[in-house]
């Protein structure tokens, strides 16, 4: 190899300039391995899937970057809506190539690839609440990923349509959706101090409070767990 780089971190380096023509194809891997002097079977050993492992990591390594760029910030009076929003807004700015993003999103949306994009899209939507220092381990752990997830993945998409000066357009267009997941959350909060609301709703609420997130069961291979041993909502 050319490179003192660990192989994957290489091949990351090598197959982005590939990626704009080619996506993140077989060949763009194979061109990127070329590049840096690994063998193909070395780097086949490496990367079993090529290019999609790749894709996988680059994107990991978006949300280190992230993290990076927030502890460095000085964010400590900031309101934690603006914390939100401004960490989705770093995840978007690590990305200096918008091509390299929509290869990757173009990628993710193929059927058998599908399920990894969701996944990514998940862990850094769990990255941005745990490092707010998200304490749920209910069915809120669950509903604030899943609508940061609708957020951060509806606000990529119009960043790479965002012809703007400076993506003024994308970060109005992320305000927005933070403001609709806050009205959101002003109407569960409605529903649970509406005496009439609360005890016709008292039946899923009690189903959903025996809802645990994933790190109130290491033991079970699922992503969350059923106590049975609460008492009914009253």
Known sequence: MTTQLPPKDALIQAILPHVAFDGWSDCSFQMAAADVGLDPVVAQAVCPRGAVDLAVEFHKQGDALMLERFAAADMSETRYRDKISGLVKMRLEVNDDKEVVRKASALFALPKYAGDGAKLIWDTCDAIWNVLGDTSDDINWYTKRATLSGVYGSTVLFWLGDKSDGNADTWAFLERRIENVMQIEKLKAGVRGNPVLKGLFAGPMWAMSHVKAP?????????????MDKEPAK
């Open 215 to 227: 790190k109130a069961a290491p033991m079970q291979d699922v992503p969350g767990r059923w106590d």
